[in-house]
């Protein structure tokens, strides 16, 4: 693929993931498996597998089943609230995975410090620009600056705000947007602005490969960008990261769960730390059954506004190609309006 324009724009991000093109493949749990993670790598793209909160032995195994199927660089997303993550940080160090990606919350300093000293990249997501600040200076290597358009777990502030807050002053480290992002042209333009490189998740769920099943795929294919929203936070004694998802039945149940938690907060029955966890299981369960067993009624059908700009499954291939391909056709355009 001719990307003659693109590797002046993302050379950064390119070096920094070693790979041909700086796209990244958003974890997704129950959907970055090891299968989806080494063909999006072996095209030439970056796939992340999603920790989520699996058993440590089998986050074990799907990289051990990444490595045997591709060599190409591919990284571990780690949920810092899940109650598996300090198994995970061990497991992640031991195995010398190539890169991190810390999700969910914030990492510690001391956290960062370990997984660096063990000669791993990592990586964090930055929903404001104080945390892009901060965890630079807890020493990140780079950043991924997700606006409140992606789907699964969000922060509040939208992808337009945070380029200007955040990219346009950053020039020290890589920095890779992510949220609302389903094509080429957009790419392009973001790699103007200053971007190193884009990951997307809501895309890649719309290929071949991704083991999702045909009702969670055909969701996504019937759903409008209005569809897809962020469920709410309703007190401030239980503290809930949005979650945004299209719209069904399972959302209106995670509300009530949210209501059962704060009075049992209340009552002392359970502490505000636990009750954290029992979300956390929540969306986790929620997802299995959409994803896996596809039950998008009752289970939690996570997805970025993105999703209405997406109507057709494609081989990973050919959706890494057309993004490509169109990433650099726009950038000549733009260059042509410019000289004319």
Not at 312 to 317: A, C, L, N, T, V
Request: aromatic share 6%; glycine share 8%.
């Amino acid at each position: 693929m001719c990307a003659r324009h693109l590797d002046k724009l993302w050379h950064k991000g390119k070096e920094f993931l070693n790979v041909p093109y700086p796209i990244m493949c958003g974890a997704m749990t129950w959907v970055s498996e090891h299968n989806l993670v080494s063909i999006v790598s072996e095209n030439g793209a970056f796939g992340v597998l999603a920790a989520g909160n699996m058993p440590p032995e089998t986050i074990a195994e799907e990289i051990k089943l990444t490595r045997q199927k591709t060599a190409k660089p591919f990284a571990v997303n780690l949920i810092t609230i899940a109650p598996n993550y300090h198994q995970h940080l061990d497991l992640v160090c031991d195995m010398k995975v190539p890169y991190v990606i810390f999700a969910g919350s914030f990492p510690h300093s001391h956290e960062i410090k370990r997984v660096k000293s063990c000669g791993i990249k990592t990586v964090c997501f930055a929903s404001a620009d104080s945390i892009a600040q901060r965890m630079m200076e807890f020493g990140t290597d780079a950043l991924i600056l997700e606006g409140s358009e992606a789907g699964g777990h969000i922060g509040p502030v939208s992808s337009m705000v945070l380029l200007q807050q955040v990219l346009f002053k950053i020039k020290n480290i890589p920095v890779f947007v992510a949220g609302g992002i389903a094509t080429g042209k957009m790419i392009a333009h973001l790699l103007l602005m200053g971007a190193s490189g884009c990951q997307l998740g809501t895309r890649f769920v719309m290929s071949d490969e991704c083991k999702a099943h045909p009702d969670f795929k055909e969701m996504f294919r019937k759903a409008k960008a209005r569809d897809a929203v962020a469920t709410p936070q309703f007190d401030s004694t239980l503290p809930v990261v949005p979650v945004r998802a299209i719209k069904n039945e399972g959302t209106a149940r995670f509300e009530k769960l949210q209501f059962e938690l704060l009075q049992k907060i209340q009552t002392g029955a359970i502490t505000k730390k636990d009750a954290q966890f029992e979300v956390e299981k929540f969306w986790v369960g929620a997802l299995r059954k959409a994803v896996i067993e596809g039950d998008v009624k009752n289970g939690s059908v996570m997805a970025g506004q993105s999703v209405g700009l997406v109507n057709e499954i494609k081989p990973i291939k050919d959706i890494i190609t057309e993004l490509v391909t169109d990433a650099e056709t726009e950038v000549g355009l733009l260059i042509k309006r410019l000289e004319d």
